[in-house]
């Protein structure tokens, strides 16, 4: 379409039917998503102004100043990034001030990663305001705009409407994660990753579209520049999202070896297309990484995104106290200090003395525990599905409520998504699978956390518009098929309204 446009051919696109439907459905699809969005976002508000939101030390509201609404949620993580964020909207950099320091000092940031307060210091910067209200308009804008990528994503897949106008209504309303977001952790840095995700997925998507198309022509192997810059821009959103999130890093390895084994199981021919594809994934990563690392590396002497990545696991993870505090109980946080309670004395010992590959040791400790205990560790591990997959309680204290029966249907509709799919030798969008595979290959080192799934559902919201897309392409070929098998019913010797179908004959 030329621009400028003359004021005939201005006339003719809006008059045209074809380009009038397509605006048209357009609106729709874009009225459903700010609709469905900004009536969650009053209703959380509501929430808020009638303090329904509530901690242990005082109710929530939306008029408490970020210093306030950071003491009301002392302890949580989104209440650091706040106190950081307001920090870097002063002017004064990532850091904190040092509890009880006289006078008051600061020091570096580095807990966690430098990308969530960065974001919200420099929102906060933008836009100015006093209370909390300005943190809230954040996550409505960061949902909006999640929301029009999963659109986006789903179009990739399928153009009907109806289908868009699903997927924008489940990206607006969905209390899985809106209950997260809307609550005590409105500054958490899973709300700053969301939008972040969104376009993860969708240029993934983009990559193992590129990457069928190719395998499926003749000459794709000069058609391979459609695949790798697809790939090298998840490398590098990935790793961004790294900034905000430091595990996040192992999306990209993971999805590196995926490529590749499934190349080697399926299609050797395009395993050297995958292995570039995967190299590129992976060092996009590293190199967005790189300058914090060294960053780092001047404020505090270590070359890390983020401190807590460095034991969250091998060190601490699977070896505190598992019965330390509530949530720890109920997250499953010490799987190996229960399974044997002498081991995390060994590991601790094993990283104060500085020995050798300390994460290889700690894992031959868990495999040791797990072989000893093998019921045990799977009990420990079922029990808690519920509090990662459904945000509820572990068994037998899950409890049904509107997020769990909401995560149910959800499930249910991926299922029955990739049974139709399957049945029609179609093939199921990588996006839908692939941080589900990453959080069950996980789930032996990992505690459950609802929030977890957080990446799982920037891809699920989109089901119900595929399945709607997938049924509705359905139909219209059993139409296109009808419509043939009665132009190819046979005349000779019978009169117009004796003609016999071949079907109705067999």
């Known amino acids: 379409m030329p621009w400028p446009l003359r004021h005939t051919e201005c006339a003719y696109y809006l008059t045209n039917p074809c380009m009038a439907r397509s605006w048209q459905n357009l609106l729709l699809i874009g009225a459903v998503l700010l609709a469905s969005h900004g009536v969650s976002a009053w209703h959380f508000a509501a929430r808020y102004a009638s303090q329904t939101v509530r901690t242990s030390l005082a109710p929530l509201t939306l008029n408490l100043t970020p210093n306030q609404w950071a003491a009301a949620t002392a302890g949580a993580d989104s209440s650091c990034y706040l106190l950081c964020a307001q920090q870097v909207a002063a002017g004064r950099g990532i850091a904190l001030k040092t509890p009880n320091s006289d006078p008051p000092r600061l020091e570096p940031f580095v807990y966690w990663g430098p990308g969530c307060p960065w974001v919200l210091g420099q929102w906060q910067r933008l836009v100015g305001g006093a209370t909390m209200w300005s943190f809230c308009a954040f996550a409505v804008v960061a949902q909006l705009i999640f929301g029009a ?196 004395a060994r590991v601790e010992q094993y990283y104060r003395d500085k020995l050798p590959s300390p994460a290889l040791y700690s894992l031959g400790q868990l495999l040791q525990a797990i072989a000893r205990h093998p019921s045990d560790a799977v009990a420990f591990k079922l029990s808690r599905l519920p509090v990662l997959w459904l945000g509820t309680d572990r068994w037998p204290n899950a409890r049904l409520s509107l997020t769990v029966w909401w995560c149910l249907a959800f499930y249910t509709l991926l299922a029955v998504y990739c049974v139709v799919r399957w049945r029609r030798k179609q093939p199921i969008p990588e996006v839908l699978y692939l941080y589900l595979l990453l959080l069950v290959a996980a789930s032996p080192l990992i505690h459950f956390e609802f929030r977890y799934t957080f990446p799982v559902w920037n891809t699920l919201v989109i089901v119900p518009g595929l399945l709607i897309g997938a049924v509705a392409e359905a139909r219209q070929a059993r139409r296109k098929l009808d419509n043939r098998t009665d132009a190819e019913r046979p005349t000779s010797g019978l009169g117009q309204d004796q003609t016999v179908s071949p079907r109705s004959a067999a």
């Open 149 to 344: 990528l999963a659109v986006a994503t789903a179009a990739l897949w399928t153009r009907n409407t109806w289908a868009l106008a699903a997927t924008a209504l489940a990206t607006g309303v969905c209390p899985p994660m809106q209950d997260w977001f809307y609550g005590y952790a409105l500054t958490s840095s899973e709300i700053v990753s969301l939008p972040i995700w969104a376009l993860i997925f969708y240029v993934l998507s983009k990559g193992f579209l590129a990457y069928r198309a190719t395998a499926l022509e003749s000459t794709g192997r000069m058609r391979r520049w459609r695949v790798w810059p697809w790939f090298a821009l998840a490398g590098v959103l990935i790793g961004i999202e790294s900034l905000v999130r430091d595990s996040s890093e192992v999306f990209a390895l993971f999805v590196a070896v995926f490529l590749v084994a499934r190349a080697l199981l399926l299609d050797r021919r395009q395993l050297v297309l995958v292995l570039s594809a995967a190299v590129l994934l992976v060092g996009a990563t590293a190199l967005v990484r790189r300058p914090v690392r060294g960053w780092n590396v001047r404020r505090i002497g270590v070359r890390v995104v983020s401190t807590s990545t460095e034991g969250s696991i091998w060190r601490f993870g699977l070896w505190v106290r598992h019965d330390m505090y509530d949530w720890y109980e109920q997250s499953g946080l010490g799987f190996g200090q229960y399974l044997d309670p002498d081991a995390p």
